[in-house]
């Protein structure tokens, strides 16, 4: 069965502090890897897809990689602003044209 | 603001009703997605429309059902509701036909079932 396992469920870190959040893959054929951050109470925002295992992109703090079976999502030196829950989703052969998330990260930043 | 609207913001309803959520894409976006998010099931897709026709299909239960007309904008039905149809569902738009497009989420439609 497809799977996406997202983890920590949740991370207190400081300002400042840099740490990675995993989201490991179980399905058979990926054609996309997708990180999203989500605020409270309001929609998805897209950060980033990843077709191909070696694949990185950055957007300012941020990092995805992706390995044939997992991802990452590194935070470099985060601000309060970033606390947000991040989702990881998949979408491969073996699900069809779903699109499979993860439960999510819940990232806390104190300043 | 993604450009993507959802009306209602809220929804109270009893068992066994009927609701319709509405959404508007992006301008431009010809694909139309919708979600459900609920504490113990995370985030699920449930159908998607490109340009009229649907495209794919997610869990989408039977009870549900969703069509976009020809200016684009996308109703989702749920019939016969449930205490466990409570969720939070989102539409999302992007401009092409596949999945792995970027998508863009409205602000969402929280519907409560008593």
């Known amino acids: 069965e497809d799977q996406v396992t997202q983890s920590p469920e949740a991370l207190r870190l400081q300002e400042g502090e840099s740490s990675s959040l995993n989201c490991s893959y179980t399905?058979?054929?990926?054609?996309?890897l997708f990180w999203y951050r989500q605020d409270p109470g309001k929609g998805p925002e897209f950060l980033f897809t990843l077709y191909s295992a070696g694949e990185e992109k950055e957007k300012e703090r941020l990092k995805a990689t992706l390995t044939k079976k997992e991802s990452f999502l590194h935070i470099t030196a985060p601000k309060p602003e970033d606390s947000a829950t991040y989702l990881c989703a998949v979408q491969a052969d073996s699900s069809a044209s779903k699109i499979i998330f993860g439960s999510g990260t819940r990232l806390s930043i104190r300043p | 603001d993604s450009g993507v609207t959802q009306t209602p913001k809220h929804l109270i309803t009893a068992t066994g009703q009927r609701v319709t959520l509405r959404c508007s894409p992006r301008s431009g976006d010809l694909s139309v997605y919708w979600y459900q998010q609920s504490l113990d099931q995370g985030l699920q897709f449930l159908i998607q429309y490109y340009n009229g026709e649907e495209r794919a299909k997610g869990n989408i239960l039977e009870r549900f059902s969703a069509q976009q007309f020809p200016d684009l904008h996308s109703e989702l039905n749920l019939s016969s509701l449930e205490l466990g149809d409570s969720a939070l569902y989102f539409c999302?738009?992007?401009?092409?036909?596949?999945?792995?497009?970027?998508?863009?989420f409205g602000p969402g439609t929280r519907l409560t079932v008593l």
């Open positions: 399905v058979s054929g990926l054609r996309g």
């Open positions: 999302a738009s992007s401009l092409g036909t596949s999945v792995t497009d970027e998508q863009f």
